[in-house]
């Protein structure tokens, strides 16, 4: 794995150096440490199956702009952060013509009925409740990744 920043400081995690394939772009948004680098970790089991980069941001402000610039695939995004919560994210990706076809998982520890409704509201396409199964992280993002 190879570690660089881009122009704005973020850290970006290219898992592999394949080039046959096109890059699969994952973004990480939540405001606790330990949840994006349990992800990121997670993330790592992929890198042997094709070409894959990892961003995370810290905030759900900061989310919004690295997901203009750097367009990704997928994004997990927290839903209880400062700054600006994933439920507002998401309504804002959706709004965006450039990034409404991206893929969001929001991730909380609120794994209500109420809070699963408010996130499709909010145009989620999946719900992981924390803590989170790392098979299951995997399976998704395999199966979302060959559909891509």
């Known amino acids: ?4 920043l881009c122009d704005d400081g973020c850290a970006v995690r290219a898992m ?3 080039d046959d394939l096109p890059m699969f772009k994952i973004a990480i948004v939540d405001d606790e440490v330990l949840y ?4 990121a970790q997670t993330l790592e089991e992929l890198e042997e199956e094709g070409p894959l980069a990892v961003e995370e941001a810290s905030d759900g402000a900061d989310g919004l702009a690295l997901m203009r610039a ?3 695939d ?3 995004l927290d839903v209880i952060m400062p700054a600006m919560d994933g439920y507002q994210v998401c309504r804002e990706i959706r709004a965006d013509p450039e990034l409404a076809a991206t893929t969001v998982v929001l991730l909380t520890a609120k794994g ?3 809070d699963r409704h408010y996130g499709l509201d909010a ?3 999946h719900f992981i409740t924390k803590p989170f199964d790392p098979d299951k992280v995997l399976a ?3 199966t979302l990744w060959k559909g891509a």
């Not at 794995?1 to 660089?4: I, N, P």
């Not at 994006?36 to 992800?39: A, F, H, S």
């Open 16 to 18: 592999t150096e394949k």
């Open 74 to 76: 997928l994004v997990f």
């Open 112 to 114: 209500e009925r109420v």
């Open 123 to 125: 145009g989620a396409d």
């Open 36 to 39: 994006r680098t349990l992800l």
């Open 70 to 72: 750097w367009k990704p």
């Open 1 to 4: 794995m190879t570690a660089a």
């Open 140 to 142: 998704l993002v395999r």
